[in-house]
């Protein structure tokens, strides 16, 4: 069975520009969560979608934004890029049964430099 | 907020010593999770235990989950280079699949 998968693997915007960020979940995966990883911040949560629905949300601005299709595949988007998005933005799948927080599966992440 | 705290943030180790990673969060936790994170790679699943007081080993890993289930630890008995990397803990908030990861615990071994 294929892993996540994440595109692009690497990109660099400059400040002001927009980005979008696409992940294709485990096959049978209906959960997409993305989290965002910088050296001082860590793992953050950005927000988690199930069917097509945003189901949680971190505490990050406006600017950050998501959905999922009907086929579970995500894309993310940031609008607006400042230096301080730059950061390793990982997508995680998972079957989510039953609505418990079961085991994440990442992707190897989309690396944002903005410049 | 709820809130993870890991200890320590950096340990480096001869290679056969054994390691020690703790985790703490502000509020129970339903289960918690364990992710190792190789340098230049993605979290990967490690373990996740739910019940009170539990206790589960993989090889020279040892995972435990407190009895009040607000902290855990992870203990790696003879270190080898292979188990370099970033280890988190993690505990569902609220429904779904957020999790609030712990800042991580970064093992360096030297042989």
């Known amino acids: 069975k294929a892993g996540v998968t994440q595109t692009p693997r690497y990109l660099i915007k400059t400040r002001g520009q927009q980005v979008t960020l696409s992940c294709s979940p485990i096959?049978?995966?209906?959960?997409v969560s993305w989290y965002q990883q910088t050296p001082g911040q860590g793992l953050q949560f950005l927000f988690e979608?199930?069917?097509?629905?945003?189901?949680n949300k971190g505490n990050f601005p406006g600017r950050f934004s998501g959905r999922q299709f009907s086929n579970s595949r995500s894309e993310m988007n940031v609008s607006t890029l400042e230096l301080g998005d730059s950061a390793l933005y990982l997508c995680?799948?998972?079957?989510?049964?039953?609505?418990?927080?079961?085991?994440?599966?990442f992707g190897e992440g989309s690396r944002l430099t903005v410049l | 907020g709820q809130q993870v705290m890991q200890i320590p943030q950096y340990q480096h180790v001869q290679e056969g010593e054994d390691f020690t990673t703790y985790c703490n969060s502000s509020t129970t936790l339903s289960n918690i999770q364990w992710y190792k994170q190789r340098p230049g790679g993605h979290p990967v699943f490690l373990i996740q235990l739910v019940k009170s007081g539990e206790v589960k080993k993989q090889k020279r890993l040892t995972f435990q989950f407190g009895e009040a289930k607000k902290n855990s630890s992870l203990h790696i008995t003879a270190t080898q280079t292979t188990d370099v990397g970033t280890y988190f803990c993690?505990?569902?908030?609220?429904?779904?699949?957020?999790?609030?990861f712990g800042a991580g615990t970064i093992l360096r071994v030297k042989s």
């Open positions: 979608y199930f069917s097509e629905t945003q189901r």
């Open positions: 096959s049978g995966h209906r959960s």
């Open positions: 993690a505990g569902p908030r609220e429904y779904g699949n957020k999790l609030v």
């Open positions: 995680a799948s998972s079957p989510n049964l039953r609505g418990r927080a079961g085991e994440l599966f």
